[in-house]
């Protein structure tokens, strides 16, 4: 009928204040809850460490024949204990990393870093990997003009596990491609491959932490924590940038790692 109606809602300033002091108490004790969290899962991977090098170590002294010389099933037997030694460390590596990101702990050192040696020292850590699991690995020439501002070592983080993941989920013969691009103030590092891909009902799932997806590789050894995608994506938030997906199942998948380029870059403090 066209008459304006106003509805008031009236507490009592006693009562607003309980209200108040209790989203006051709830926010405390789940700040309390997320700092415990992050402290025991950092003392966790520390105290994993120990142990697990020890066991590293020694199963490298046995796999070069410190002790006298093995049979080929002992040898194999070795390169599996190594194998599981990597996946295992790599995993504690990834749930000390989260910890820190979760705390606010860690610290970025942000400098101009051209994308063609970040793309290099990527490709190296990786190109072996690649040739043993029967993959073609493949990096697009970048600019030597491209830059972004970043913290060079969070940025590996980020390429190896992006690189890390896409291996992880082609199948031999399988190509991963790598190409770089710079859009006005922004550069678009692209890791593309032609793996089992994502399913769309899930693609929105996969930055979340510890999630496993319906698609694991065979090999449990080749299993993570699901941790990977969730702090490469929490790290280039970090560095003004941003982690995205696209994915169409059974041809592939295309991780974006965006960042600002050095021109447009302004160093904060």
């Given amino acids: 009928d066209g008459r304006a109606v106003n509805d008031c809602v009236f507490v009592r300033m006693l009562q607003r204040h309980a209200f108040e002091d209790q989203l006051i108490e709830a926010r405390r004790l789940a700040e309390e809850a997320n700092a ?33 010389p093995l ?3 002992q040898r194999d037997a070795m390169q599996q204990i190594q194998d599981a030694g990597t996946e295992l460390l790599r995993m504690i590596n990834d749930i000390l990393a989260f910890a820190q990101v979760e705390s606010g702990r860690f610290t970025l050192r942000a ?75 922004r550069v678009r590092i692209r890791v593309r491959d032609t793996g089992i891909g994502i399913p769309h009902d899930q693609l929105d799932r996969v930055f979340d932490p510890f999630v496993q997806l319906e698609q694991q590789p065979e090999d449990p ?13 929490d790290l ?15 041809e592939g998948s295309v991780f974006t790692v965006e960042l600002p380029a050095v021109m447009a870059a302004v160093p904060s403090g």
């Avoid at 980020?158 to 031999?172: C, D, E, G, S, Y």
């Avoid at 924590?225 to 969730?230: E, F, K, R």
């Fill in 111 to 185: 400098a101009e870093v051209t994308v063609r040696s970040a793309l290099t020292r990527a490709e190296t850590l990786v190109r072996l990997r690649a040739e043993e699991a029967g993959l073609t690995l493949d990096f697009a020439d970048c600019d030597d003009s491209i830059a972004v501002y970043a913290d060079p070592d969070r940025l590996q983080q980020i390429l190896l596990n992006l690189l890390t993941n896409a291996l992880k989920f082609t199948m031999p013969g399988g190509r991963v491609s790598v190409v770089c691009e710079q859009v006005d103030e």
């Fill in 71 to 73: 049979t080929e099933d």
């Fill in 36 to 68: 415990a969290k992050a402290k025991f899962l950092s003392m966790m991977s520390h105290d994993l460490r120990t142990p697990l090098t020890t066991i590293s170590g020694y199963a490298s002294l046995v796999a070069h024949e410190q002790f006298g």
């Fill in 221 to 233: 050894t080749q299993r993570g924590v699901g941790l990977g995608l969730a702090i490469s994506r």
């Fill in 236 to 250: 280039a938030r970090a560095m003004d940038g941003e982690l995205t997906a696209e994915s169409t199942p059974g």
